[in-house]
């Protein structure tokens, strides 16, 4: 075999972005763990050059502080990250859309990472409408390179704008390692405050001026777009059928044709705002057009508007591609007119393997005595949270009745106490309860609403890992601190030789007309293991 | 050089390390490689499979296409079936004949045996065994990654260079081990394929 490239390193997605962002001269990394953008942070917790150089790379207790903290070190002059997960960004959105009208300082990037087919999530919400909802500019890398590349640039072009940038990615490239080559190390940036006094004072005044120097400025952004390298044309002799592609569509779209040479034009769109001028040509000179975007329909539903111009565009909306989840080389292959059969089925004998709780998981044992506490009361209802214990929804258990979004199980509790129902349940874990479960409590403890909350400790973020989990440590003393009555607050062990005694305790207090705390506390086996080796 | 695997077990019985062996063992040898997995909640039992593909020329997609896998190497019997859309016609599938049974309705081996036949090429063989008869039950995946490299056009010398690479930080014993486990999972294939050329 003959030498054919130049050796990089392997790295995921989220770890070139990582590592572009430390080579940048990144002073600050914040998150709050989600899958697919965990490994991001993971992997500046690790870098030596993070330890050397002091970076910042704790967890925050959620999306909304990390994105909070970032901006005050943005604030500062120095260069911050905020990494998170889609629906992250729904818990940060008043922060980030904020941040927009402040504008930045340092150069600072929010990194979020979609996941198109919800291979681990409750929605599979598209992050480009958030950086058009705030007016900030957004880079779309295809390749672990170009996530490399566009971080890399990011800080830069933030700076200059004095915006903050978005980065999205989605599962696919988050989770995928090629080879990847690094740019110069720059060194990280010194404290030097804004200039403007006002900018970051958004009183009605100053934000009124803010907003329209924001709207001034995406004039710049779109001929941005149109002068950005990673936004292309490309020529193609078939013009019944023009596309438009974005994300790592367009690297599907380069396997069915193997490379670039394609037979219809093409417009690849990976900076926003969407490059007018550039997708007005490709629809002046083709028949229709075909919209593949791994995503919802962003832009062909800016294509489409309201009123028919006669434009004829294919894509998720027209059914050309699948409405839902990601795309692959055989939708796109098919959209495109390719046969995309198999030779091989699956056979029938294949039975489906759904994650379950680990062995000696200690929630396993918390939800044999809330069963068991719960036998015979038709009438009670069980609000769960997300974390590994939302698999207490599967068999055996059937344990809980909802789980919508984190935080929602005391909040939700509260709301069916309201009700009237009786008795009511919540189950959230600990990391969860400090992302924010903390501030529904408060509401059940200043009503004395009759809840039970049941906070299962296993002192990690397991779902995603086992990552620290804030609370460790402080759990006790953070719910009591917040007001709940000592009586009502008890702290049991997840253990089947206490079965007996936490369903005691558990029914003593579903008896109990007021809100009670009650606090499974057992570590979790992955974590034991990770501090072990 | 082109080679595309689905790579496909159980969460935690070691596909990772299979493919990033593969994987480190192609960037060495100046091949171009993406590898994609997706392991949502692997911690917890589910079925977990990673995409790893191997070129001399620029890859483009981080997933294989439908039916154009190589190969699919399983380190479970059942799990390899789950994605036989991927294999090409002229596509190997290479399984442990070991079970992880951690469902109420895991199926029979003998249909799952049958499913295996009715596939013009494949080799299921009991690797658990041969890693715990090497002296390393923990080993399996090195045993899969054997039989999987004598259709994989790199030399076995690299495969073996990064295995030990991989488990040097576990001594000098352990690394070794791995590497033998690994060229006694090749041995089976390479006889396997000679039973059926005769
Ligand atoms: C807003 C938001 N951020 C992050 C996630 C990803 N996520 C799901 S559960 C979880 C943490 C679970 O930790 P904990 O509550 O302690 O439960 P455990 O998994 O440890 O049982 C995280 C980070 C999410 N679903 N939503
Ligand atoms: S990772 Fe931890 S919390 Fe999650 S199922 Fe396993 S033991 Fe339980």
Known sequence: ?533 | MKCDLIIAGVGGQGIISIAAVLAQAAIDARLYVKQSEIHGMAQRGGAVHSHLRLSSNPIASDIIPLKSADMILSVEPMEALRYLPYLSREGWAIANATPFENIGNYPSMDTIRAAYDALPRHILFDADALAKELGSPRSMNMAMLGAASHFVEMPPEALAKAIHARFISKGERIAELNVTIFHAGREVAKKATEKSMA
């Open chain 1, 1 to 533: 075999m003959t030498a054919l490239i130049e050796q990089g390193t392997l790295l995921l997605g989220d770890e070139a972005i990582a590592q572009a962002a430390l080579d940048a001269g990144l002073s600050g990394a914040y998150g709050y763990p989600g899958t697919p953008s965990t490994e991001i942070i993971e992997y500046i917790q690790k870098a030596p050059e993070a330890l050397a150089g002091n970076v910042h790379r704790e967890w925050s207790a959620n999306e909304k502080t990390a994105m909070e903290e970032a901006l005050g070190m943005s604030y500062c002059g120095l260069r911050s990250m905020v990494t998170m997960k889609h629906v992250g960004l729904n818990v940060a959105s008043d922060a980030f859309v904020n941040s927009a009208i402040t504008g930045v300082n340092g150069g600072m990037l929010v990194v979020v990472a979609d996941d198109p087919s919800m291979h681990s999530s409750q929605n599979e919400q598209d992050s480009r409408y958030y950086a058009r909802f705030a007016h900030v500019p957004l880079l779309e890398p295809a390749s672990q390179q170009e996530a490399y590349d566009m971080t890399y640039a990011a800080f830069k072009m933030s700076e200059e704008l004095a915006l903050p940038v978005m980065l999205r990615l989605t599962t696919r490239l988050a989770h995928s390692r090629a080879e990847v080559r690094r740019q110069p190390v720059l060194p990280k940036g010194k404290v030097v405050f804004p200039t403007n006094k006002r900018q970051f004072i958004l009183l009605p005044a100053n934000a009124r001026r803010n907003y329209v120097a924001l709207l001034d400025k995406q004039v710049r952004l779109r001929s941005l777009s149109l002068e950005s390298t990673w936004n292309e044309s490309y020529d193609g002799t078939d013009k019944s059928c023009g596309i438009i592609v974005a994300g790592v569509a367009f690297n599907y779209l380069k396997e069915i044709y193997g490379g670039t040479q394609f037979p219809h034009p093409v417009v690849r769109v990976s900076q926003y705002p969407v490059p007018g001028e550039m997708i007005t040509r490709l629809a002046r000179e083709c028949d229709e057009l075909l919209v593949i975007e791994e995503g919802y329909p962003f832009i062909e539903e800016m294509l489409r508007g309201i009123v028919d111009m006669g434009l004829k565009v294919r894509g998720r909306l027209s059914g050309a591609l699948p409405r839902t989840g990601e795309l692959s080389p055989d939708s796109v292959g098919a959209a495109l007119g390719f046969d995309t059969a198999a030779h091989f089925s699956v056979p029938d004998v294949v039975a489906m393997r759904p994650p379950s709780l680990c062995k000696g998981c200690p929630h396993t044992d918390s939800y044999l005595f809330l069963n068991k506490a719960l036998e015979n009361r038709a009438m009670s209802r069980v609000f769960s949270d997300i974390g590994c214990y939302t698999l207490g929804a599967l068999p055996p258990f059937d344990a809980i009745n909802s789980c919508v979004d984190m935080g929602a199980s005391i909040t939700m509790a509260k709301g069916a106490a309201d009700a009237g129902v009786r008795p009511v349940v919540a189950v959230i874990g600990d990391s969860t309860f400090t992302h924010s479960g903390i501030t529904g409590l408060l509401d059940a403890i200043y009503e004395n609403s009759p809840i039970t909350v049941l906070i299962l400790d296993n002192e990690a973020t397991a779902m995603t890992g086992a990552q620290d989990s804030i609370a460790t440590g402080r759990l006790e003393r953070l719910v009591l601190g917040l007001g709940v009555d000592p009586e009502h607050f008890h702290v049991v062990t997840p253990l089947k030789n206490q079965h007996e005694k936490n369903v005691e305790v558990l029914e003593r207090e579903l008896a109990h007309e007021g809100t009670s705390v009650i606090i499974s506390k057992r570590v979790c086996i992955q974590a034991t293991k990770r501090n072990r080796g």
